[in-house]
């Protein structure tokens, strides 16, 4: 008796995990999928059976839609919020006795209506940098633009310290903090920083080119490839995933000739490369600006004269070309595509061809779990839609609005990056 109890229970679920949910039923599961960290291999994981069970569930018309990016809305506005002025710890509680980790520094909090966000990153090196020093550079001149500015601190003092140790999940934490914090327009992000932060602003700006308008890096560079010669180390090239993912974000540069500390060879190369990559493929807006006579120091005119060449820049979500070679396994979504296992050795570009309704990919190499995300600013969804990748047609017919993919790309509080439907980029066994 007890085993047929357990077989019909048993029945029981795996039907009903089979039915298309209810709108009541999936409404329940968003706050158990926004809760993850698919960032984890974890995280993902349990995602990926929470986001099927939603693909089933359709939003044909425009009022559906707008309707589930309401209820998106609401949940996000139930997430962890930051303080809004002050020297903070984003973990752990000093009353409760638990260790404090992840300090930031935020000043211009009290603005009711900030016209945009700088992410101020700090200089240092192996056991040295803190949060103080680009709050002191920085805060003056977000003032001056009207801009809150959040000064995170590295969570562990090394060498290229906004890259280790999960120093950079921290700092897309804070970004997605403050849009819940502030009505900051997600189209006004910027990343800026000296030294050791001007190599974060660098990477960070690369890695997540999708989630900022501009980067300011300050005497600080991309790391460098080198090639051992009998003349001594020659720069080759820039470390992957940086140069490449800039196509749609502006980048201004500051270098002095005579920094001891970060000699000019780096940041000319790298600006080098942005060159070559404009050349090929369009876009990569950039200004270098080089003088000598300045060591270490920030350039003349101080961190107002460099934040005033990227102040009037806004970000495109949407951009008709997408240049991307993958740095992350867990950065997924970069604009109007997403990658479920990201191949760090492929650079992509894919372009909108809305004359035809198609998306023309290029990448040499193979691209299963490619897919486009669409919805009436990238193509029109009431027409068949083609996805071309190296010249082979790999997909057309109609893209099916769904509560899956709508959901997938809700995991940030950034409106401007939710998509209602995606289509394959790559063909299906």
Known sequence: MKRTLALCCLVSALAAQDRPLTAREAEKLLPELLALDVRTPDGFAKSQGLLERLRGVPLPSAREQKDWKKKFEKLWGKGRELERSGDNWFWGDEKKKEPRRGRYIVAGGDAKKPKGLLIAMH?????????????????SAANAFGWVVIAPEVLEKTERGWTDSGTEEFVLDLVDCALRTWPIDPDRVYFAGHSM????????????????AAIAPSAGAPTPI?????????????????????????????????????????????VLRVREAQAKWG????HYWEIDGMGHGLPPGGTV????????RVRQPVPERIVWQPALGWKRQLHWLYWERPSTT???????????NAVRISAGKPVEGLHVLLDERVLDLSKEIAVVVDEVEVFRGKASPELGTLALTSLHPDAKLQFVARVPAFRAP
């Open 346 to 356: 492929t650079t992509l570009v894919a372009d909108l061809d809305r004359g035809a």
């Open 197 to 212: 932060g001007g190599y974060g602003s660098w990477a960070l700006g690369a890695h997540h080119a999708d989630r900022v």
């Open 305 to 312: 004269a460099h934040l005033e060449k990227i102040a009037p």
């Open 283 to 286: 876009g990569f807006e950039h």
């Open 123 to 139: 200089g240092g090196g192996v056991g040295s940098g803190d949060a103080d020093s680009s709050i002191g550079a920085y805060q």
């Open 226 to 270: 080198l090639e051992r010669t009998p003349e001594g180390d020659k720069i080759v090239d820039i470390q992957e995933g940086i140069v490449p993912n800039l196509r749609n974000v502006f980048v201004s540069v500051y270098q002095s000739l005579d920094d001891p500390n970060v000699p000019p060879g780096p940041n000319q190369f790298a």
